[in-house]
């Protein structure tokens, strides 16, 4: 929302939006259930687990090797795809949308998951707002803590996650990995997926892509400062502490100061009771060739 365009209760308006959006999405979820049956799933290569398949999109775990051996950490990925036109969603999923969920409890010899979410997309969510996620191709890559390194490991995942065109349609897969003794095929896959995953960063950094300031204008606000090389197209998204805050998209706005183009989000979607006061935002920005996540402190 542009710091300079505001409704007059932007508050209730945000919230009004956000909740017609999420009711429809969930009548729509409702009238869809699909859940992707043993008779979808196909055996692939080395290095890769089952194939769980639906008519919208297919689901599988890859990983970079295929035996643990002695390793305490194993880099595997999941590798989705969809059909063209339809897209899945990020962890924070924008104005409407449902985030990836996943369970890896029923897994052998793993102490601990990881989730590493490569830079979203935006898109138009066809009421006015905007929601970020993947389409057609990518793999999330996960990282994989051994609870003793030199017993075998499995890895089981039950995925639910939402496809859309113009209806969405949740999915759940069950996909398994063991680590064998054959060579893998898909380490290059892999590495490529983690380059796409945002590096830590802090605000004033020297890199091309960085971001300069973050600043409150009055009290409901929040202004911040990008640089970017040769004034490349980029894509800032905010999260709150929590699931429960469903801050809007920033949007950039048409006046910049000089050197920097200036984005704003209003505080809009904040818990109710809730004291922004001090709150640990995540800030990701998304460049043509490179991303990079800020954490903050909103004062």
């Known amino acids: 929302m542009n710091a300079r365009s505001r409704p ?5 308006r945000r919230i009004h939006n956000s909740l017609t959006r999420k009711c429809a999405l969930a009548a729509t979820l409702l009238s869809a259930i699909f859940l992707a049956s043993e ?3 196909a055996h692939a290569e080395s290095g890769a687990g089952n194939r769980v398949a639906t008519e919208q999109s297919a689901a599988r775990l890859v990983s970079a090797v295929t035996g643990a051996g002695d390793l305490k950490s194993l880099p595997v990925g999941l590798d989705l795809t969809m059909k063209p036109g339809w897209k899945t969603y990020w962890r924070s999923p924008g104005d409407s949308g449902v985030p990836p969920r996943f369970d890896f ?11 590493l979410w490569p830079a979203p997309m935006k898109f138009d ?9 993947y389409h057609d191709q990518f793999v999330l890559p996960l990282r994989i803590v051994a609870k003793t390194a030199d017993k075998p490991v499995t890895l089981r995942a039950e995925i639910n996650y939402a496809v859309c065109e113009k209806l969405c349609i949740p999915v759940e897969a069950n996909a398994e990995l063991p680590f064998t003794s054959v060579a893998s095929t898909e380490d290059s896959t892999l590495f490529a997926a983690l380059d796409t995953v945002p590096k830590p960063a802090n605000v004033g950094d020297p890199n091309p892509l960085t971001i300069r300031d973050v600043k409150r204008d009055g009290k409901s606000t929040v202004l911040v400062d ?13 999260e709150g502490p929590t699931p429960d805050w469903g801050l809007p998209v920033p949007e950039p706005l048409n006046e910049s100061p000089p050197g920097v183009k200036r984005f704003a989000f209003e505080l809009d979607g904040v818990p109710p009771g809730t004291n922004p006061e001090g709150a640990a935002l995540k800030l990701t920005l998304v460049g043509v060739d490179r991303s990079y996540e800020f954490n903050i402190n909103l004062y």
């Open 226 to 238: 990008v640089v970017s090389p040769d004034a490349k197209e980029v894509s800032l998204f905010v």
């Open 125 to 133: 969510d066809g009421a006015g707002g905007h929601s970020l996620g």
């Open 39 to 41: 008779a979808d799933i």
């Open 105 to 115: 409890s029923k897994s052998e010899n793993i102490d601990a998951v990881t989730v």
């Open 8 to 12: 007059a209760d932007p508050g209730k």
